[in-house]
Structure formats: C-alpha cells, structure tokens
C-alpha cells in the first residue's frame, strides 16, 4: 500500500533538472536519497509524492528582495548580493507557506495559534494540507502543548469564578433587597477575587489538569507503543509528536470553553447554572470523539497507516485508563475515588 502526499496544485510537476538542485533531497518517510531520481516515489519505503513537495526550488526566493533563486550555484543573491544559505531558504519557505503555530510562533505568536486552532476543529481537511515532506518542529510543538495546558487551567479558574461571582451579583439583587451597604465596584473586585482564590485552591482546578496533563503523556506514549508499525511504515517520532500536539492538546481548552459557555447561557435564562457540570460532561464526551477522528485522519492522511481508527482507539483506550491509575497511584489523596464521586455526581443530575 502506497501513500500518496497531498500536491502543492493539481498538475503534475516533472522531475526536477538536478544539475541545478545545490541541495540535498531526502525522503519525508525514510530519509533515503532522492537525488537523481525521475520518478516520483521513494525506492526504499515505496512513498509516493509530488516533486513542488520534495523540492520546492522553484518556490524559493531571496528573504531581502524576493529575487528567484531557481538555478544559482552560488550562495548570493545576483539582485540585491545578500548572502543566504539554502538550509535557511527553505526553513523560511515552510515558515511562510503553512500559516500554523509550528512555524510561526516567533513572527506572529498569537495569529499564527489562533489559525492553528481554527484549522484543527475540521481534522479531515487540516491533515490532508499536511503532508510528511513539511519538517516537523518538535520545541515548537511542545512549546503549543504547553500552552494548552495553561489555557485548560486557565478556563476552568476563569469560567468558574465567573459563574460564582454572577451568582453572588443575583443573589445581592434578589436575595437580599434593601441591603444598607450598595454593592460598589470594590465590592464586586474583592468578590471576584475571593472567588479566584478559592478555584485557585479547589480540587477541581488541579485535579482537572493534572489529569489533563498526565492523560497527554500517556496519549504521546500510547501512540508511540506501536513501534513495529513505525518501523514497517518508516514513520519517525518527531511525526507522531506532530500528530499528539494537534489531535490531542488542542482542542481539550475549546472545548471546555464550549461547556462553561453553555453553563453561563443557562445560567442568564434560569438563574443559576443547575447542568454546569452536565455542559462539561458533554463537552468531554464529543472532545474524546473529536480526538478519535482526528487521530484516525491523522494516521490516515498524514502518516499514511494502514487501520487508521483501530490506532487511534486502542492508543484511547490505553491513555484515558492510564492517566487515570498513574494519578490515583502518585497521589496520596486518592484521586481515583475524588474523580469516582465528582462522576458519580455529575451523572446524579442527569
């Protein structure tokens, strides 16, 4: 079974004149030399590409003038002189054509993590824009990985001292009329304050991401235990980290957000949120479902494996059950039976 890379355009471009090609060429999958090849497709893992992907010489461009660089054999530019190397060139020429984080986050942090975000709630099309000839930037990833995880503490401390404190805004109106003292906008600071401090202190903030964080670990070594078809596939580990940060990190935070969105409308048309956990609860379950599909067009698209949904199941199945023992043992406050009663209530509501 091959694996066929999505093309830059839908005509085919021809091999390219190596002559003048000053570069190295290697496979996306396995490495293997693709110099002086004419056909596109590695000899070695049997991958089938486009050559505009596997050598986008006539893409690159001086970063002074933008002068074409297509046929130099010296390392300066004939328009403008500046000198470049072509490691650099090409760094810059994926930097510039994929607008994600990955690539990004040193020009353009904020806009380039939004996009990213954007572009992974439709998993299908954003791993079929990837493909393996697009280098992996591993710092990078984690570095994007970390940020989940701050916004997923950040959106259960946020949205839940909001829910508290426009409690306490409808019970001063309502509960208790003619009250001597007017709430003043100090009054309403300390109050939200006060209710920072006690999520900041709660079980609920870092039992949540510790199992948040703990679950990702065992995500990334779930997906890593199926070394054989790794190794059959030639797929390599920065590729599967790539598949991780964006299947699994990033869409746990939006998610979450989605729910206490929900719980705060319910809570302007009734009062107070009474399903803010059951809006949780939901959130998770179509973010475990979310997860699923994207790791199966992930393996399918992008690394191109065969049994594409079995992986990304059975990868689940080992992580959620994992991340869940592992805390429950390093912890000496029984996290396990906490999560089995905070469950257990969430679902007395239904």
Partial sequence: MTTTATPMSEVAVPAPDWSLVPFGVGCARCGHDLRGLTEPMCPACALAFDWSEAVPIE???????????YGLSETRCPECGQAFDWSEVLKRFYRTR?????YRWRDRPVRSFFATWRRV???????????????PRPLALLLTVGICVMLFAGTIVLGAT???????IRYWFYWVPGRGTPMTLSWFAGAAL???LDFMQSDAVWIGTLL?????????VSLLIFQQSMRLRRIRTAQVVRVWAYSVSMIPPLFLIFGFAGAFIEALVKGWPSSAS???TCGLLVLDLHVLWSLRCAYRHYLGMPHAGAIAI??????IPGAVVLIDALSPSGVFIKIVYVVGEWMGEW
């Avoid at 709630?121 to 280098?135: A, E, G, Q, T």
């Avoid at 059975?314 to 992580?319: D, F, M």
């Fill in 121 to 135: 709630l439709r998993p299908s099309r954003f791993w079929r824009k990837i493909n393996l000839h697009d280098p």
């Fill in 278 to 280: 059951i809006f949780v």
């Fill in 59 to 69: 893409h690159l461009t001086c970063a002074q003038c933008g002068y074409h660089l």
């Fill in 212 to 220: 948040f964080g703990v679950w990702l670990i065992t995500s990334l």
């Fill in 194 to 196: 006060q209710c920072f």
């Fill in 98 to 102: 994929l607008p994600y984080f990955e």
């Fill in 162 to 168: 909001l829910l508290e404190v426009y409690w306490n």
């Fill in 314 to 319: 059975c990868s689940q199945v080992v992580a």
